[in-house]
């Protein structure tokens, strides 16, 4: 069912907005991304979030955090999943 919302201009105008859909991206697709942005410095966030489906802002916090992202073995297979909970896959051993 789609969200309603009131118009800002007309608070008799109600516009039905699509419900967002959540998207998740694997370790090794965070990592891709920074490498993009590494290489290509001039790619917007929105250029790369549509390669990838996801938001804008979604773009903007894998960079922000592209350090953790670009040291992810890409043979592990925590990096594989979607889910980022599993933190001792970024950790280095010692």
């Given at each position: 069912?789609?969200?309603?919302?009131?118009?800002?201009?007309?608070?008799?105008?109600?516009?039905?907005?699509?419900?967002r859909?959540?998207?998740?991206?694997?370790?090794?697709?965070?990592?891709?991304?920074?490498?993009i942005?590494?290489?290509?410095?001039?790619?917007?966030?929105?250029?790369?979030?549509?390669?990838?489906?996801?938001?804008?802002?979604t773009?903007?916090?894998?960079?922000?955090?592209?350090?953790?992202w670009?040291?992810?073995?890409?043979?592990?297979?925590?990096?594989?999943?979607?889910?980022?909970?599993?933190?001792?896959?970024?950790?280095?051993?010692?």
């Amino acid at each position: 069912m789609p969200r309603k919302r009131i118009s800002a201009n007309n608070f008799n105008t109600v516009i039905e907005t699509p419900k967002r859909i959540r998207t998740s991206l694997t370790g090794l697709q965070k990592k891709e991304i920074c490498q993009i942005k590494l290489k290509n410095p001039s790619y917007t966030n929105a250029e790369i979030a549509e390669l990838f489906g996801c938001s804008t802002s979604t773009i903007g916090d894998v960079i922000r955090e592209s350090g953790k992202w670009l040291a992810i073995n890409e043979d592990d297979h925590a990096a594989q999943l979607c889910h980022s909970d599993n933190t001792n896959v970024f950790r280095t051993k010692s």
